[in-house]
Protein backbone atom coordinates (compact mmCIF):
# COMPACT_ATOMS: atom_id res chain seq x y z
CA UNK A 1 0.00 0.00 0.00
CA UNK A 2 1.79 3.53 -0.77
CA UNK A 3 2.34 6.12 1.13
CA UNK A 4 -1.35 7.95 -0.02
CA UNK A 5 -3.77 5.04 0.31
CA UNK A 6 -2.16 4.79 4.07
CA UNK A 7 -2.60 7.95 5.05
CA UNK A 8 -5.77 8.26 3.55
CA UNK A 9 -7.18 4.81 5.02
CA UNK A 10 -5.74 6.14 8.71
CA UNK A 11 -8.38 9.34 8.14
CA UNK A 12 -11.28 7.26 6.98
CA UNK A 13 -10.81 5.29 10.15
CA UNK A 14 -9.97 8.74 12.72
CA UNK A 15 -13.60 9.90 10.53
CA UNK A 16 -15.01 7.11 11.78
CA UNK A 17 -14.89 7.31 15.66
CA UNK A 18 -15.01 11.62 15.24
CA UNK A 19 -15.79 14.17 13.74
CA UNK A 20 -12.66 16.37 14.54
CA UNK A 21 -9.15 14.85 14.38
CA UNK A 22 -6.46 17.43 16.09
CA UNK A 23 -4.25 19.34 13.90
CA UNK A 24 -0.89 17.92 15.23
CA UNK A 25 -2.73 14.26 14.20
CA UNK A 26 -3.45 14.97 10.29
CA UNK A 27 -0.49 18.11 9.59
CA UNK A 28 2.55 17.37 12.07
CA UNK A 29 4.32 20.74 12.18
CA UNK A 30 6.39 20.77 9.14
CA UNK A 31 10.38 21.48 8.47
CA UNK A 32 11.31 24.63 6.84
CA UNK A 33 12.90 22.13 3.89
CA UNK A 34 9.20 20.62 3.91
CA UNK A 35 7.31 23.76 3.75
CA UNK A 36 9.64 24.56 1.06
CA UNK A 37 8.60 21.90 -0.90
CA UNK A 38 5.05 22.19 -0.30
CA UNK A 39 5.01 25.66 -1.90
CA UNK A 40 6.61 23.96 -4.82
CA UNK A 41 4.53 21.06 -5.21
CA UNK A 42 1.32 23.41 -4.91
CA UNK A 43 2.55 26.50 -7.41
CA UNK A 44 4.23 24.74 -10.34
CA UNK A 45 0.86 22.85 -11.47
CA UNK A 46 -1.11 26.42 -10.94
CA UNK A 47 1.62 28.32 -13.54
CA UNK A 48 1.24 25.26 -15.66
CA UNK A 49 -2.50 25.59 -15.93
CA UNK A 50 -2.49 29.11 -16.44
CA UNK A 51 0.25 28.55 -19.35
CA UNK A 52 -2.00 26.40 -20.85
CA UNK A 53 -4.84 28.84 -20.65
CA UNK A 54 -2.82 31.61 -22.20
CA UNK A 55 -1.60 29.32 -25.09
CA UNK A 56 -4.97 28.18 -26.05
CA UNK A 57 -6.17 31.98 -25.66
CA UNK A 58 -3.50 32.27 -28.55
CA UNK A 59 -4.59 29.48 -30.77
CA UNK A 60 -8.37 29.87 -30.20
CA UNK A 61 -7.09 33.87 -31.58
CA UNK A 62 -5.25 32.25 -34.67
CA UNK A 63 -8.56 29.76 -35.28
CA UNK A 64 -11.05 33.03 -35.28
CA UNK A 65 -8.58 35.04 -37.19
CA UNK A 66 -8.52 33.43 -40.21
CA UNK A 67 -12.19 34.09 -40.35
CA UNK A 68 -11.77 37.47 -41.01
CA UNK A 69 -11.68 40.84 -38.71
CA UNK A 70 -15.08 40.57 -38.23
CA UNK A 71 -14.85 37.52 -36.65
CA UNK A 72 -12.35 39.05 -34.54
CA UNK A 73 -13.47 41.82 -33.64
CA UNK A 74 -17.10 40.10 -32.32
CA UNK A 75 -15.46 37.05 -30.39
CA UNK A 76 -13.40 39.95 -28.46
CA UNK A 77 -16.35 42.10 -27.43
CA UNK A 78 -18.53 38.89 -26.13
CA UNK A 79 -15.10 37.88 -24.17
CA UNK A 80 -14.83 40.82 -22.63
CA UNK A 81 -18.18 40.18 -21.28
CA UNK A 82 -17.27 36.87 -20.04
CA UNK A 83 -14.17 37.82 -18.44
CA UNK A 84 -16.33 40.28 -16.10
CA UNK A 85 -18.67 37.72 -15.15
CA UNK A 86 -15.65 34.58 -14.50
CA UNK A 87 -14.54 37.47 -12.40
CA UNK A 88 -17.98 37.99 -10.42
CA UNK A 89 -18.08 34.50 -9.57
CA UNK A 90 -14.79 33.98 -8.99
CA UNK A 91 -15.88 35.20 -5.51
CA UNK A 92 -17.17 31.54 -4.80
CA UNK A 93 -14.17 29.80 -5.64
CA UNK A 94 -11.88 32.03 -3.25
CA UNK A 95 -14.26 31.83 -0.12
CA UNK A 96 -14.56 28.46 -0.83
CA UNK A 97 -10.45 27.59 -1.04
CA UNK A 98 -10.03 29.45 1.94
CA UNK A 99 -12.40 27.85 3.78
CA UNK A 100 -11.69 24.27 3.56
CA UNK A 101 -8.03 25.14 3.27
CA UNK A 102 -8.35 26.66 6.71
CA UNK A 103 -10.68 23.59 8.02
CA UNK A 104 -8.59 21.18 6.56
CA UNK A 105 -5.71 22.54 7.98
CA UNK A 106 -7.00 22.27 11.59
CA UNK A 107 -8.01 18.12 10.63
CA UNK A 108 -11.85 19.15 10.71
CA UNK A 109 -12.65 17.07 7.65
CA UNK A 110 -15.80 16.66 7.98
CA UNK A 111 -16.33 21.10 8.26
CA UNK A 112 -14.16 20.91 5.14
CA UNK A 113 -16.24 17.90 3.03
CA UNK A 114 -19.09 20.07 3.97
CA UNK A 115 -17.99 23.33 2.52
CA UNK A 116 -16.72 21.45 -0.61
CA UNK A 117 -20.07 19.66 -0.94
CA UNK A 118 -22.03 23.24 -0.11
CA UNK A 119 -19.80 24.92 -2.31
CA UNK A 120 -20.45 22.48 -5.59
CA UNK A 121 -24.44 22.91 -4.62
CA UNK A 122 -24.26 26.34 -4.74
CA UNK A 123 -22.50 26.84 -7.49
CA UNK A 124 -25.63 25.19 -9.83
CA UNK A 125 -28.11 27.32 -7.47
CA UNK A 126 -26.05 30.71 -8.63
CA UNK A 127 -25.11 29.66 -12.25
CA UNK A 128 -27.99 28.38 -13.26
CA UNK A 129 -30.24 31.63 -12.10
CA UNK A 130 -27.34 33.76 -14.13
CA UNK A 131 -27.56 31.84 -17.23
CA UNK A 132 -31.28 31.99 -17.45
CA UNK A 133 -31.10 35.93 -16.93
CA UNK A 134 -27.71 36.16 -19.10
CA UNK A 135 -28.95 34.91 -22.43
CA UNK A 136 -31.95 37.64 -23.38
CA UNK A 137 -29.38 40.11 -22.26
CA UNK A 138 -27.10 39.27 -24.30
CA UNK A 139 -27.94 41.61 -26.89
CA UNK A 140 -28.24 44.90 -25.18
CA UNK A 141 -24.61 43.73 -23.51
CA UNK A 142 -22.79 43.61 -26.65
CA UNK A 143 -24.91 46.33 -27.99
CA UNK A 144 -22.77 48.24 -25.24
CA UNK A 145 -19.63 48.33 -27.38
CA UNK A 146 -21.74 50.29 -30.43
CA UNK A 147 -20.28 47.81 -32.69
CA UNK A 148 -21.19 47.24 -36.28
CA UNK A 149 -24.09 45.24 -36.84
CA UNK A 150 -21.79 42.44 -38.48
CA UNK A 151 -19.65 42.20 -35.64
CA UNK A 152 -22.55 42.44 -33.40
CA UNK A 153 -24.02 39.91 -34.54
CA UNK A 154 -21.38 37.77 -33.90
CA UNK A 155 -20.56 38.63 -30.29
CA UNK A 156 -24.10 37.82 -29.68
CA UNK A 157 -24.08 34.41 -30.88
CA UNK A 158 -21.17 33.72 -29.67
CA UNK A 159 -22.05 35.05 -26.30
CA UNK A 160 -25.38 33.35 -26.17
CA UNK A 161 -23.44 30.30 -26.34
CA UNK A 162 -20.76 30.83 -23.72
CA UNK A 163 -23.32 31.95 -21.17
CA UNK A 164 -24.55 28.12 -20.96
CA UNK A 165 -21.42 27.28 -19.69
CA UNK A 166 -21.45 29.08 -16.55
CA UNK A 167 -22.47 26.81 -14.21
CA UNK A 168 -19.76 24.36 -15.60
CA UNK A 169 -17.20 27.21 -15.72
CA UNK A 170 -18.34 28.06 -11.98
CA UNK A 171 -17.91 24.52 -11.05
CA UNK A 172 -14.19 24.08 -12.54
CA UNK A 173 -13.13 27.35 -10.78
CA UNK A 174 -14.59 25.94 -7.19
CA UNK A 175 -13.45 22.56 -7.72
CA UNK A 176 -10.23 23.61 -8.64
CA UNK A 177 -10.14 26.11 -5.28
CA UNK A 178 -10.93 23.32 -2.99
CA UNK A 179 -8.22 20.53 -4.28
CA UNK A 180 -5.73 23.05 -3.94
CA UNK A 181 -7.21 24.12 -0.53
CA UNK A 182 -6.11 20.37 0.44
CA UNK A 183 -3.04 20.27 -1.40
CA UNK A 184 -3.64 19.05 -4.75
CA UNK A 185 -3.08 21.52 -7.73
CA UNK A 186 -1.40 18.97 -10.05
CA UNK A 187 -5.09 17.21 -10.63
CA UNK A 188 -7.15 20.79 -11.89
CA UNK A 189 -3.86 21.22 -14.03
CA UNK A 190 -3.91 17.84 -15.89
CA UNK A 191 -7.89 18.45 -15.92
CA UNK A 192 -7.52 21.64 -17.65
CA UNK A 193 -4.59 20.35 -20.37
CA UNK A 194 -6.92 17.65 -21.49
CA UNK A 195 -10.02 20.63 -21.83
CA UNK A 196 -7.70 22.06 -23.37
CA UNK A 197 -7.06 19.60 -25.99
CA UNK A 198 -10.55 18.61 -26.43
CA UNK A 199 -11.62 22.39 -26.77
CA UNK A 200 -8.83 23.47 -29.58
CA UNK A 201 -10.23 20.04 -31.62
CA UNK A 202 -13.67 20.87 -30.93
CA UNK A 203 -13.14 24.08 -32.04
CA UNK A 204 -11.51 23.63 -35.08
CA UNK A 205 -14.02 21.03 -36.43
CA UNK A 206 -16.16 23.14 -35.87
CA UNK A 207 -15.72 26.22 -36.80
CA UNK A 208 -14.21 24.41 -40.35
CA UNK A 209 -16.42 21.45 -40.59
CA UNK A 210 -14.11 19.28 -40.30
CA UNK A 211 -14.64 15.39 -38.82
CA UNK A 212 -18.15 15.66 -40.39
CA UNK A 213 -19.27 18.27 -38.42
CA UNK A 214 -21.49 21.50 -39.90
CA UNK A 215 -19.01 24.43 -40.10
CA UNK A 216 -20.57 27.36 -38.02
CA UNK A 217 -17.97 29.84 -38.25
CA UNK A 218 -17.22 32.04 -35.40
CA UNK A 219 -19.62 30.65 -33.69
CA UNK A 220 -18.02 26.97 -33.79
CA UNK A 221 -15.22 28.48 -31.03
CA UNK A 222 -18.06 29.03 -28.77
CA UNK A 223 -19.45 25.43 -29.06
CA UNK A 224 -16.02 23.78 -28.32
CA UNK A 225 -15.51 25.51 -25.59
CA UNK A 226 -18.87 24.03 -23.93
CA UNK A 227 -18.01 21.13 -25.01
CA UNK A 228 -14.31 21.33 -23.08
CA UNK A 229 -16.19 22.49 -20.19
CA UNK A 230 -18.85 20.14 -19.34
CA UNK A 231 -16.42 17.25 -19.85
CA UNK A 232 -13.24 19.15 -17.29
CA UNK A 233 -16.20 20.06 -14.40
CA UNK A 234 -17.84 16.29 -15.59
CA UNK A 235 -14.31 14.88 -14.35
CA UNK A 236 -13.35 17.55 -11.70
CA UNK A 237 -17.04 16.88 -10.10
CA UNK A 238 -16.15 12.95 -10.22
CA UNK A 239 -12.97 13.57 -8.45
CA UNK A 240 -14.11 15.97 -5.70
CA UNK A 241 -17.43 13.22 -5.27
CA UNK A 242 -14.89 10.43 -4.29
CA UNK A 243 -12.79 12.82 -1.89
CA UNK A 244 -8.84 14.17 -1.80
CA UNK A 245 -6.84 13.46 1.46
CA UNK A 246 -9.93 12.91 3.33
CA UNK A 247 -12.16 15.53 1.82
CA UNK A 248 -15.12 14.59 -0.42
CA UNK A 249 -17.96 16.09 -1.96
CA UNK A 250 -20.52 12.87 -2.38
CA UNK A 251 -22.99 12.20 0.34
CA UNK A 252 -24.29 14.99 3.14
CA UNK A 253 -27.83 16.67 2.60
CA UNK A 254 -28.44 18.57 -0.84
CA UNK A 255 -29.90 21.29 1.02
CA UNK A 256 -28.51 24.88 0.77
CA UNK A 257 -27.31 26.42 3.58
CA UNK A 258 -27.31 29.95 3.84
CA UNK A 259 -24.79 29.82 6.49
CA UNK A 260 -22.27 28.67 4.43
CA UNK A 261 -23.01 30.96 1.49
CA UNK A 262 -22.81 33.83 3.70
CA UNK A 263 -19.56 32.72 4.99
CA UNK A 264 -18.29 31.98 1.39
CA UNK A 265 -19.35 35.17 -0.04
CA UNK A 266 -17.94 37.28 3.05
CA UNK A 267 -14.20 35.87 2.24
CA UNK A 268 -14.70 35.81 -1.58
CA UNK A 269 -17.05 38.97 -2.78
CA UNK A 270 -14.11 41.29 -1.77
CA UNK A 271 -11.78 39.41 -3.96
CA UNK A 272 -14.37 38.99 -6.72
CA UNK A 273 -14.90 43.19 -6.90
CA UNK A 274 -10.85 43.31 -6.60
CA UNK A 275 -10.69 41.32 -9.97
CA UNK A 276 -13.84 43.13 -11.37
CA UNK A 277 -12.17 46.71 -10.80
CA UNK A 278 -8.94 45.69 -12.03
CA UNK A 279 -10.80 44.00 -15.45
CA UNK A 280 -12.04 47.73 -15.32
CA UNK A 281 -8.84 49.50 -14.94
CA UNK A 282 -7.20 48.09 -17.95
CA UNK A 283 -10.28 48.51 -19.77
CA UNK A 284 -9.84 52.08 -19.07
CA UNK A 285 -6.34 52.48 -19.88
CA UNK A 286 -7.59 51.81 -23.77
CA UNK A 287 -8.45 55.33 -24.63
CA UNK A 288 -5.95 56.90 -22.62
CA UNK A 289 -3.46 55.18 -25.38
CA UNK A 290 -5.88 55.38 -27.98
CA UNK A 291 -5.24 58.97 -27.77
CA UNK A 292 -2.04 58.55 -28.78
CA UNK A 293 -2.68 56.75 -32.30
CA UNK A 294 -3.42 53.28 -33.76
CA UNK A 295 0.15 52.09 -33.74
CA UNK A 296 0.45 52.76 -30.13
CA UNK A 297 -2.72 51.16 -29.42
CA UNK A 298 -1.69 47.77 -31.40
CA UNK A 299 1.52 47.79 -29.24
CA UNK A 300 0.11 48.13 -26.11
CA UNK A 301 -2.17 45.36 -27.02
CA UNK A 302 1.00 43.73 -27.85
CA UNK A 303 2.69 44.52 -24.36
CA UNK A 304 0.12 42.85 -22.43
CA UNK A 305 0.47 39.90 -24.03
CA UNK A 306 3.98 40.12 -23.33
CA UNK A 307 3.82 40.81 -19.83
CA UNK A 308 0.95 38.96 -18.80
CA UNK A 309 3.43 36.06 -18.81
CA UNK A 310 5.45 37.48 -15.98
CA UNK A 311 1.77 36.96 -13.78
CA UNK A 312 2.22 33.41 -14.46
CA UNK A 313 4.63 32.76 -11.51
CA UNK A 314 2.49 35.47 -8.94
CA UNK A 315 -0.62 33.77 -9.45
CA UNK A 316 1.03 30.32 -8.86
CA UNK A 317 2.65 31.63 -5.36
CA UNK A 318 0.37 33.23 -4.49
CA UNK A 319 -2.19 30.63 -4.88
CA UNK A 320 -0.28 28.30 -3.17
CA UNK A 321 0.43 30.94 -0.14
CA UNK A 322 -3.64 31.15 -0.12
CA UNK A 323 -4.01 27.27 0.29
CA UNK A 324 -0.56 27.05 2.55
CA UNK A 325 -1.15 29.80 4.88
CA UNK A 326 -4.82 28.87 5.19
CA UNK A 327 -4.06 25.29 6.32
CA UNK A 328 -1.59 26.64 8.98
CA UNK A 329 -3.91 29.44 10.35
CA UNK A 330 -6.64 26.30 10.86
CA UNK A 331 -4.08 24.48 12.17
CA UNK A 332 -3.27 27.26 14.94
CA UNK A 333 0.17 27.71 13.69
CA UNK A 334 0.61 31.52 12.86
CA UNK A 335 4.82 31.35 12.72
CA UNK A 336 4.25 28.48 9.95
CA UNK A 337 1.71 30.53 7.89
CA UNK A 338 4.49 33.63 8.37
CA UNK A 339 7.35 31.08 6.93
CA UNK A 340 5.22 30.34 4.01
CA UNK A 341 4.46 33.60 2.92
CA UNK A 342 8.10 34.50 2.85
CA UNK A 343 8.98 31.13 1.35
CA UNK A 344 6.19 32.44 -1.33
CA UNK A 345 7.66 35.82 -1.64
CA UNK A 346 11.52 34.95 -2.12
CA UNK A 347 10.23 32.34 -5.12
CA UNK A 348 7.81 35.12 -6.72
CA UNK A 349 10.56 37.55 -6.56
CA UNK A 350 13.33 35.36 -8.25
CA UNK A 351 10.64 34.11 -10.89
CA UNK A 352 9.32 37.33 -11.93
CA UNK A 353 12.59 39.09 -11.13
CA UNK A 354 14.32 36.92 -13.33
CA UNK A 355 11.75 37.14 -16.45
CA UNK A 356 11.97 41.32 -15.84
CA UNK A 357 15.77 40.93 -16.54
CA UNK A 358 14.88 38.82 -19.46
CA UNK A 359 12.10 41.26 -20.75
CA UNK A 360 14.53 43.90 -20.64
CA UNK A 361 17.50 42.19 -22.85
CA UNK A 362 14.71 40.67 -25.16
CA UNK A 363 11.93 43.38 -24.96
CA UNK A 364 12.51 43.85 -28.94
CA UNK A 365 12.48 40.40 -30.23
CA UNK A 366 9.17 39.80 -27.94
CA UNK A 367 6.93 42.40 -29.16
CA UNK A 368 8.32 41.58 -32.87
CA UNK A 369 7.05 37.82 -32.67
CA UNK A 370 3.42 39.47 -33.03
CA UNK A 371 4.12 42.35 -35.25
CA UNK A 372 7.45 43.85 -36.89
CA UNK A 373 5.97 46.96 -37.76
CA UNK A 374 9.43 48.81 -36.84
CA UNK A 375 7.60 51.65 -35.27
CA UNK A 376 5.21 48.78 -33.60
CA UNK A 377 8.62 47.42 -32.09
CA UNK A 378 9.94 50.66 -30.35
CA UNK A 379 6.98 51.16 -28.71
CA UNK A 380 5.89 47.87 -27.54
CA UNK A 381 9.62 47.25 -26.46
CA UNK A 382 10.09 50.69 -24.24
CA UNK A 383 6.61 50.14 -22.95
CA UNK A 384 7.74 46.42 -22.08
CA UNK A 385 11.41 47.65 -20.32
CA UNK A 386 9.21 50.14 -18.39
CA UNK A 387 7.04 47.43 -16.73
CA UNK A 388 10.43 44.82 -16.32
CA UNK A 389 11.29 47.24 -13.75
CA UNK A 390 8.12 47.23 -11.62
CA UNK A 391 8.27 43.12 -11.27
CA UNK A 392 9.83 43.04 -7.97
CA UNK A 393 6.95 44.92 -6.37
CA UNK A 394 4.28 43.32 -8.70
CA UNK A 395 5.74 39.95 -6.78
CA UNK A 396 5.11 41.08 -3.34
CA UNK A 397 1.66 42.20 -4.26
CA UNK A 398 1.34 38.45 -5.62
CA UNK A 399 2.57 36.78 -2.54
CA UNK A 400 1.76 38.63 0.27
CA UNK A 401 -1.92 39.37 -1.30
CA UNK A 402 -2.50 35.27 -1.30
CA UNK A 403 -1.03 35.02 1.88
CA UNK A 404 -3.40 37.35 3.70
CA UNK A 405 -6.69 35.60 1.61
CA UNK A 406 -5.53 32.67 3.30
CA UNK A 407 -5.61 34.54 6.32
CA UNK A 408 -9.29 35.06 5.68
CA UNK A 409 -8.52 39.10 4.81
CA UNK A 410 -9.87 39.54 1.32
CA UNK A 411 -10.95 43.22 2.12
CA UNK A 412 -7.17 44.87 2.25
CA UNK A 413 -6.17 43.00 -1.06
CA UNK A 414 -9.49 44.66 -2.75
CA UNK A 415 -8.94 48.11 -0.57
CA UNK A 416 -5.01 48.21 -1.54
CA UNK A 417 -5.02 47.25 -4.96
CA UNK A 418 -8.27 48.70 -5.86
CA UNK A 419 -7.02 51.87 -5.12
CA UNK A 420 -3.74 51.61 -6.71
CA UNK A 421 -4.75 50.10 -10.27
CA UNK A 422 -7.25 53.09 -10.80
CA UNK A 423 -4.49 55.67 -9.41
CA UNK A 424 -2.33 54.07 -12.09
CA UNK A 425 -4.86 54.76 -14.97
CA UNK A 426 -5.17 58.62 -13.33
CA UNK A 427 -1.91 59.07 -13.53
CA UNK A 428 -1.18 57.78 -16.60
CA UNK A 429 -3.60 60.32 -18.18
CA UNK A 430 -1.52 63.24 -16.90
CA UNK A 431 1.71 61.66 -17.50
CA UNK A 432 0.49 61.21 -21.35
CA UNK A 433 -1.37 64.26 -21.52
CA UNK A 434 1.35 66.38 -19.57
CA UNK A 435 4.71 65.41 -19.93
CA UNK A 436 5.67 62.06 -22.23
CA UNK A 437 3.13 61.66 -24.96
CA UNK A 438 4.13 58.05 -25.33
CA UNK A 439 2.97 54.49 -24.47
CA UNK A 440 6.10 54.00 -22.32
CA UNK A 441 4.66 56.91 -20.26
CA UNK A 442 1.11 54.69 -19.41
CA UNK A 443 3.18 52.40 -17.80
CA UNK A 444 5.44 54.56 -16.01
CA UNK A 445 2.21 55.03 -13.71
CA UNK A 446 2.68 51.64 -12.64
CA UNK A 447 6.79 51.75 -12.06
CA UNK A 448 5.67 55.05 -9.68
CA UNK A 449 2.61 53.33 -8.25
CA UNK A 450 4.24 49.90 -7.71
CA UNK A 451 6.76 50.36 -4.55
CA UNK A 452 3.95 52.00 -2.63
CA UNK A 453 1.71 49.30 -3.46
CA UNK A 454 3.85 46.67 -2.20
CA UNK A 455 5.06 48.64 0.90
CA UNK A 456 1.32 48.31 1.83
CA UNK A 457 0.45 45.02 1.85
CA UNK A 458 3.89 44.62 3.22
CA UNK A 459 2.67 46.73 6.36
CA UNK A 460 -0.80 45.28 6.51
CA UNK A 461 0.90 41.59 6.87
CA UNK A 462 3.06 42.33 9.04
CA UNK A 463 1.29 44.15 11.28
CA UNK A 464 -1.46 41.26 11.07
CA UNK A 465 1.18 38.41 11.61
CA UNK A 466 2.60 39.98 14.56
CA UNK A 467 -0.85 40.40 16.25
CA UNK A 468 -1.20 36.45 15.30
CA UNK A 469 1.96 35.04 16.86
CA UNK A 470 2.05 36.86 20.28
Same mark, same amino acid.
Not at 406 to 416: E, H, V, Y
Not at 426 to 449: D, E, K, R, S
Given at each position: ??????? =??????????? =???????????????????????????? #?????????????????? &???????????????????? @?? *???????????????????? %????? +???????????????????????? /????????????????????????????? @??????????? %???????? =????????? $?????????????????????? *???????????? #? &???????????????????????????????????????????????????????????????????????????????????????????????????? +??? &??????????????????????????????????????????????? &? =????????????? /? $?????????? $??????????????? %?????????? $?????????????????????????? +???????????? @?????
Amino acid at each position: MTNTHQR =DACVAFYLMHS =DTLTAETLNPPPSRSQLEKRVLRLAWPV #IGENLLQTMLGVVDTILV &ASLGAVALAGIGAALQVIFV @TT *AALSALSVGVAVLVAQAYGG %GKLAD +ASAVAHQGLLWSILIGLPLTAIGL /PLTPALIGLFGLAPDVSQVGIDYLAVTMS @TITTLTMMYLI %GGVLRGVG =DSRTPMLVT $AFANVVNVIASAALIFGWLGLP *ALGAVGSAWGSV #I &ARLIGAAILVGVLWYGRNGVRAGGGMWWPRIGVLRDVLRIGMPAAIEEVLVIGAIASLTPVVAMLGTVPLAAHRVAINVLSLSFLPGIGFGLAATALVGQ +AIG &AQRPAEANAVAMIALRWTIIWMGGLGVLFLIFAEGLVSIFNRDPQLV &A =DGAAAVRVVALTQ /P $AWALTFAIGG $ALRGLGDTLSPLAIS %GTAIWFCVAL $ALVIVTWWAPALWGVWLAFLIVGPFE +AAMFWRVWRRKI @TILTR
